[in-house]
């Protein structure tokens, strides 16, 4: 069992922060841990060992109990993706109703500090090509799992999709593949544009009437199957049913 003493002191002032006196549920206002602590990825472990620690009143050190609920509201602006599982934890399974809540309240925290984070990877101007698909990844799940920051999101994705001219081919495929995975239905125009330009691999991304379907805009039924396909599938049906059509050369002897 951790006491008080066995925390860095970039943590040990949590301890003594005293009561809680913004709600849960008003996050922008939320004291500023991170910055007013100068606490880093480093402290991540700490933190959630500190979250869950129990909130029982302690009359030696009275502000100890708050220590738990100011641990969870800075892991929350840190956006460390390790301290996710436990949030969730905590809302699904944690007794602690108060902790629950602010939890509750750091899952949208914490998913806004870690949006923000991968927009900076992605603006880097380092980064491949591959691993901004990856970061592409990241933020449509990040959408899917945390609903609350769906169209923030979205945001991202149809902002990138926007600048398709300036992007390679996989990009733009795995852009329109995010907008369709959180069901973008205000971005279909933008999505036909891009797809019929020729500069998204729709071999990522499906096809735009397969894309159309995805979104609940159509149905399967309302196109010829060749147009569910991409590009390059369609051009291998079409390259058999000529291959079926050709009369074949008689055969020659020797």
């Known amino acids: 069992m951790f006491t008080r003493n066995d925390y860095p002191p970039s ?32 402290d991540v472990i700490d ?3 500190m979250m869950g620690r129990s909130r029982r009143a302690n009359p030696k050190h009275p502000n100890d109990r708050y220590a738990p609920i ?18 969730v934890y905590l809302v699904e399974q944690g007794k602690d109703k108060v902790l629950a809540k602010n939890a509750a309240a750091a899952l949208t925290v914490w998913g806004r500090a870690n949006l923000a984070n991968r927009k900076d990877y992605f603006d880097d101007p380092r980064m491949a090509a ?5 970061i592409v990844e990241e933020v449509w799940q990040l959408g899917l799992r945390l609903p609350q920051l769906r169209d923030d999101c979205v ?6 999709l926007s600048q398709y001219e300036k992007y390679p081919y996989d990009l733009n495929g795995s852009f329109v593949l995010g907008l369709v995975k959180l069901k973008a239905t205000e971005a279909s ?4 544009q891009v797809l019929a330009s020729g500069k998204a691999n729709d071999e990522i991304s499906g096809s735009w009437a397969a894309v159309q379907v995805a979104l609940g805009l159509a149905n399967a039924d309302d196109f010829e199957p060749d147009r569910l396909l991409c590009a390059r599938d369609r051009q ?18 020797p």
Request: aromatic share 10%; charged share 25%; net charge negative.
């Open 11 to 42: 943590v040990y002032p949590l301890f003594d922060h005293g009561p809680v006196k913004v709600k849960a549920h008003d996050i922008d206002n939320w004291f500023d841990y991170v910055g007013h602590y100068d606490l880093d990825e480093i």
């Open 47 to 49: 933190l959630i060992e």
């Open 70 to 87: 100011h641990a969870c509201r800075a892991l929350a602006q840190l956006g460390d993706m390790v301290a996710e599982e436990y949030f």
């Open 130 to 134: 591959q691993t901004r698909i990856g």
């Open 155 to 160: 945001e991202f994705l149809t902002t990138m």
């Open 189 to 192: 125009d933008l999505i036909e």
């Open 236 to 253: 291998r049906v079409l390259e058999s049913k000529l291959a079926i059509m050709m009369p074949k050369k008689p055969a020659t002897g």
